[in-house]
């Protein structure tokens, strides 16, 4: 069964998020069994978002992006 990093990368449209998953130091909880729920926007979508609300959850604060 593909993990969500495998799918992820694989599709190609989630360039954005598959580096933040490796800032966060996330890739090995979500390779696990899981279960693990990711809602995330395309790398296309997130071009279209106003760059003021691309820092919601600063890269640094790994803590967030695991809850």
């Given at each position: 069964?593909?993990?969500?990093v495998d799918v992820a990368v694989a599709d190609g449209h989630?360039?954005?998020l598959a580096k933040a998953f490796t800032a966060a130091g996330?890739?090995?909880?979500?390779k696990g069994t899981g279960?693990?729920?990711v809602f995330a926007p395309t790398?296309?979508?997130l071009a279209k978002t106003p760059k003021?609300?691309?820092?919601?959850?600063?890269?640094?604060d790994t803590v967030s992006m695991r809850q």
């Open positions: 069964m593909k993990t969500i989630f360039k954005t996330i890739i090995a909880p979500l279960p693990s729920t790398d296309d979508a003021a609300d691309n820092g919601l959850i600063p890269a640094t």
